[in-house]
């Protein structure tokens, strides 16, 4: 679970039909994650649901090996006017996957649920990828688990329609945080700024800045 639309509202989404929902984050290092892992816990504080455990957090730092990325320096950060290849994190899914696969064996966890879209670009996000880890993961641990992502059929603003009634302007989806607030001028404000007019809610995320969108 990270603090965006898609792993908010599926977690919400899973909790009415799940016996048990345990939400994972994993650390990584990355520019924004201390603004996300705050607006996690508000999210989490606002659902209140009796299904969702408390929120298991894990690190897996990649610094050591992404050197001078963006993600990790602030440095660059792809703007409200770059291509969505241009957020790419290379192996994201892999690093997300990995010690989570090792936590979900350890604590007999059989499903693993993610949030990627119909319009996802990324390599670490078809069909095929999560086949294949599922297949391999299970036989390295030896504990048979599934690998779901209910949101592949789905657009951002199809998500945000499905949850419109929970605390949307509780989730996060910023590269750029400023003061845990949306900066409003970065590749992911810009599509979750998109996604709420192309949906038709009301977006009342704060942001600190509101350049002019392309259409």
């Known amino acids: 679970m990270s603090g965006g639309l898609d792993s908010c509202v599926l977690t919400a989404a899973l909790a009415r039909r799940a016996e048990q929902i345990y939400p994972v984050y994993v650390r990584s290092g990355l520019v924004w994650e201390g603004a996300e892992l705050h607006w996690v816990r508000q999210f989490l504080s606002a659902v209140a649901s009796k299904t969702i455990q408390p929120l298991k957090e894990i690190s897996l730092p990649v610094e050591d090996v992404y050197n001078s990325h963006w993600s990790t320096t602030g440095d660059r950060i792809p703007n409200h006017l770059s291509r969505d290849g241009d957020v790419y994190l290379p192996g994201r899914n892999l690093i997300l996957l990995a010690k989570t ?7 007999h966890i059989p499903v693993i649920a993610l949030g990627p879209l119909k319009d996802n670009p990324f390599p670490d996000s078809t069909p095929e990828f999560f086949s294949k ?8 641990l030896i504990f048979k688990f599934q690998i779901v992502t209910p949101f592949s059929n789905l657009s951002k603003a ?3 329609r499905l949850g419109k009634g929970l605390p949307l302007h509780l989730t996060f989806s910023c590269l750029n945080p ?18 709420f007019r192309l949906a038709e809610v009301e977006d009342k995320t704060e942001y600190d800045s509101l350049p002019t969108l392309e259409p």
Do not use: P, T, W
């Not at 696969?101 to 604590?107: E, K």
């Not at 880890?133 to 390295?140: I, L």
């Open 101 to 107: 696969s090792l936590y979900c064996a350890l604590s």
């Open 158 to 160: 199809e998500v945000i």
């Open 178 to 195: 400023v003061d845990h607030h949306h900066c409003g001028a970065c590749n992911k404000c810009a599509e979750r700024r998109r996604s």
């Open 133 to 140: 880890f599922q297949e391999m993961a299970s036989q390295a």
